[in-house]
């Protein structure tokens, strides 16, 4: 509302966005499609892994972001080095758990008042 006071065109600048985000996550799926097969269920794994840095690091933070996907990948390849099979993802989601419960904001995340 405060964009649209000053003078930006909102509804231009939302389909914008919208656009570059379906542009990069086209060009997601087709960099990734060498690696995996291609089915509607194949991506559910990155969107965890993506909901679960995010969350980490703070909503809204790239730094937050960065930081936090790197501490679950440190943490998934820790995981993956020390125990069987696919008991990797338990490190990453109790990394995740122990953060919400110390830190509910993320890592970078500021507390909102109001």
Known sequence: MGAALVGVDVARINTFTFGL??????????????YLYTAPHVGHVFLLYGFVVVVLGGLGSFTGALAGGLLIGVGEAL??????????ELVVYGIF???????????????QRG
Request: aromatic share 6%; proline share 8%; net charge positive.
């Open 21 to 34: 985000g379906a542009a990069c996550a086209g060009m997601a799926g087709a960099l990734i499609t060498p």
């Open 79 to 88: 995981g993956a080095a020390l125990l069987p099979g696919s008991l990797k």
């Open 97 to 111: 758990i122990l953060a919400l419960l110390f830190r509910p904001t993320g890592l970078f995340g500021v507390r």
